[in-house]
Every structure is written in structure tokens, then in C-alpha cells.
């Protein structure tokens, strides 16, 4: 999976603990802040329960993640081989952190929504207020989890997704280039040439499909 692998890893965790539920479909530009100045992109799709984000490579898809939140599974996509795994929320490489996105039912009360995770209990949650990022309409929440890290994240009121975030680890970022409609199915499917990667000896089986 090599580098665009570790560069869809990167993005999903900038968004760790972030009450995750789009109200409408859309796509968008996801650009990670690194330090020292250098970003990283990436692609992400979301219809309903179900997103996409596509690690970007020399400007061209390198590979992507499907995640499913009524299922509670996800699917990494790898183009270059035609192969795909599949891995039950709280399984895979990054562990269950990686998977942990929420509804916000409520994006004007998402603390209550924080404050189960269960890395965030212990930690605190505290709702900023309105405020106005590129052009859109959000709320700004602060947060610390359990081990006092602290972060902020900003929803946006018509999408109900965040659409900015910043930490203490995992860096910052934000999306661009939002654009609002209806998705195409496909984009949330595996592809019918696409065949399942066996895991090596050893390492816990997934279930089927």
C-alpha cells in the first residue's frame, strides 16, 4: 500500500472524535496541514452513511477507503492491484480510533455526542459559538480528551460535517472546494474486478461480505 496508504491514515486521523454525519451528499478537497509548511491531499465523497477518500498521488487517485456507518465497516481500496480489504470498525491498521465517527444529530449540541467516546471521557467539550470559515457558515467547537490533548473543529451548519480541524497531534486542515449534490453510487462500491486480499498466516480473518 506503501506511501498513499499512510497518506489516507494521515487524513482520517487529523479527524479523530469528530461526530461524523452528512446532512447532504457532497464532495470536496481534503487538505491536510503538515509541519514545517507541506499539506497533503486527498479527495472525499459522503452521501448519507457512507464516505469516500481517495489519497491523491502526482495529482492522480492512488487508492481509497469506503466507509459504510450503518455497517460500521470499511474498505481499502488498492488501485494499483486491483485488491481490496475489508475490516469491521475497531479492526485494521489504525485500530478502532480510526473508525470512531459519530452522528451529529445535533451539530449545535455535538459535546454530548463527544463527551461517549470512550477516549474522550475524563476530557472536556466546550462550544464556541458561530463563526464563518471560507465563505461558509459553521460551529466552532473546542474539545480535550483523556490524555489532555487538546482540539478544535468547526461544523458546517448545512452540510453538518467539519469542514476544519486542528490538534495538538494529527496537525490541522480543511476542506475546499465544497461542492453540494448527489453522488454516485458507484463511488461507494467495490469494484466488480476488484478481488478480496487474503491476509497472511497468522492475522486475524475478516468475515465475508
Not at 460535517?161 to 495538538?168: A, D, L, Q, S, T
Not at 454516485?184 to 475478516?206: H, T, V
Amino acid at each position: 500500500m506503501g506511501k498513499s496508504f499512510r497518506l489516507l491514515v494521515a487524513i482520517l486521523l487529523s479527524l479523530l472524535s469528530l461526530p461524523l454525519f452528512a446532512q447532504q451528499d457532497f464532495s470536496a478537497d481534503v487538505v491536510n496541514h503538515k509541519d514545517g509548511g507541506n499539506q497533503s491531499h486527498a479527495r472525499i465523497f459522503v452521501t448519507k452513511d457512507k464516505w469516500r477518500i481517495e489519497g491523491l498521488q502526482e495529482g492522480r487517485m492512488s487508492g481509497a477507503i469506503i466507509t459504510n456507518l450503518a455497517t460500521r465497516m470499511s474498505d481499502i481500496l488498492m488501485a494499483e492491484r486491483k485488491m481490496y480489504m475489508e475490516f469491521p470498525q475497531g479492526q485494521g491498521p489504525a485500530g478502532q480510533q480510526m473508525w470512531s465517527f459519530y452522528h451529529a444529530r445535533d451539530i449545535d449540541d455535538a459535546c454530548s455526542e463527544w463527551m461517549k467516546l470512550p477516549y474522550n471521557q475524563g476530557g472536556s467539550c466546550h462550544k464556541v459559538g458561530s463563526d464563518t470559515v471560507n465563505g461558509r457558515s459553521t460551529v466552532k467547537y473546542t474539545g480535550t480528551n483523556s490524555k489532555g490533548e487538546t482540539g478544535s473543529v468547526w461544523f458546517d451548519k448545512k452540510i453538518a460535517f467539519p469542514i476544519k480541524w486542528e490538534g495538538e497531534k494529527g496537525g490541522s486542515g480543511e476542506l475546499q472546494n465544497i461542492q453540494e449534490g448527489s453522488q454516485p453510487a458507484s463511488l461507494f462500491e467495490i469494484p466488480s474486478d476488484y478481488q478480496r486480499f487474503q491476509m497472511p498466516g497468522g492475522m486475524p480473518n475478516m468475515p465475508p461480505r
